[in-house]
């Protein structure tokens, strides 16, 4: 196994940080690995707000529910959805963009910006630093775009808080491949046998870690997954020129 694959497979969040900051050059090379993924026609509708000033960050931790790790991290990345910046294209060459109207334009937008963080985190993994993606973004985005002076045609997908870590957290143990491989066509079989192996997993390591009242993962995520847990999102999408009605 080469130290590449080596580093991707020890992942896991961090989410406490030491009081150090991230060097220039290895935020530059962090980001430039950001930008180097693939991406939709090479539209290259994703643009990355960098934050390191103290009040922006202790904002964006109050607006995403409270989640101190943002305000500990001396980096936070925000990813942008942005069509904003293939509009003025379409305005240089006198055409029209419709694309952000639909669905197709906010899951290009959303995957590519996602490619995007997973290129910031294996480098930033790579690097020895530590990384937790924040969803908690979509909570409030109405107060993430003001704050962030996003223009028309752009959406905060999600952030990624990094730094050195403090300590090096536990690796979270994933569903049995059988749940994620398929080979050739999707196969139903044994999914419900790997989620109560999994759920059994789960449960032991919530308690090593203390967290046992999290039950397990088909508990926690099902428990979840009963609410739409950010409804601005659509609004505040709509509102962004992100209809959604095509
Ligand atoms: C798009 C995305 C959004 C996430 N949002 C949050 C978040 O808002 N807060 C948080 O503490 N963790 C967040 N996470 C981290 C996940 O909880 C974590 O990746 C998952 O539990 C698996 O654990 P691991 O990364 O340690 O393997 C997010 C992860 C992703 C990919």
Request: cysteine-free.
């Amino acid at each position: 196994m080469n130290e590449m694959i080596k580093t991707i497979q020890n992942h896991r969040s961090i989410r406490s940080f030491l009081d150090k900051d991230i060097e220039d050059d290895l935020l530059d090379d962090i980001i430039q690995s950001a930008q180097a993924m693939p991406n939709s026609i090479n539209g290259q509708q994703t643009s990355v707000i960098v934050i390191r000033k103290k009040e922006t960050k202790a904002r964006i931790a109050e607006l995403t529910g409270g989640q101190k790790w943002i305000d500990d991290a001396p980096v936070f990345l925000v990813f942008v959805m942005d069509f904003y910046k293939t509009r003025l294209a379409a305005e240089k060459n006198g055409l029209k963009q419709v694309i952000q109207e639909s669905v197709e334009g906010t899951m290009v937008g959303t995957f590519d910006a996602g490619l995007n963080m997973g290129g910031a985190i294996i480098s930033a993994e790579s690097l020895g630093l530590g990384i937790v993606p924040i969803g908690g973004v979509r909570k409030n985005p109405e107060d993430i775009i003001e704050l962030l002076g996003l223009p028309e045609y752009t959406f905060p997908v999600a952030g990624l808080a990094i730094g050195y870590p403090l300590d090096p957290s536990h690796k979270k143990p994933r569903l049995p491949q059988k749940a994620f491989r398929h080979d050739e066509k999707y196969n139903v079989e044994g999914l419900k046998e790997a989620i109560d192996q999994y759920d059994s997993e789960m449960k032991s390591y919530l308690s090593e870690i203390g967290r046992q009242q999290e039950g397990n993962w088909s508990q926690y995520t099902s428990n979840i997954y009963q609410n739409v847990y950010y409804p601005k999102v659509y609004p505040v999408l709509k509102q962004q020129g992100f209809q959604n009605d095509k």
